[in-house]
């Protein structure tokens, strides 16, 4: 059984920075066939795709949040990061990770490639 558990959300400024984690269990871990990403879903909007890795593991960000988001993973310890930099009122939202196994994922940041989220951990960005 795949388990996924996020940590790291709060509350800070406009501006302000946090890091994300996601613990992994149940899910066999390949450095190339392990497909992680990383979803947020704002009140009244869909689930979105924020960052995540292609088919050759590199990293790949929605626009909004290229240049203040990095994704990272530890193959060693089945975790994957995300780290949030000059946060933005707009950031603000609930923040998910998932992940698949599969030997390509055209669009790593679209959720229909994934079946297996955590249950989330709230970041709010007040200006």
């Known amino acids: 059984q795949v388990r996924l558990m996020e940590s790291g959300g709060g509350s800070v400024q406009d501006g302000g920075s946090l890091r994300l984690s996601c613990a992994t269990s149940?899910?066999?871990?390949?450095?190339?066939?392990?497909?992680v990403a990383w979803f947020r879903q704002a009140p009244g909007k869909a689930r979105e795709g924020v960052a995540g890795?292609?088919?050759?593991?590199?990293?790949v960000y929605i626009d909004s949040v290229k240049g203040r988001f990095t994704i990272s993973k530890d193959d060693a310890t089945h975790t994957v990061y995300l780290e949030l930099n000059n946060l933005k009122p707009e950031d603000t939202a609930w923040y998910y990770c998932a992940a698949r196994g599969a030997l390509y994922i055209d669009d790593p940041l679209s959720p229909r490639w994934y079946n297996d989220y955590g249950q989330g951990t709230q970041v709010t960005v007040s200006s």
């Open positions: 890795f292609d088919g050759y593991s590199r990293s």
């Open positions: 149940g899910l066999p871990w390949s450095p190339w066939y392990t497909f």
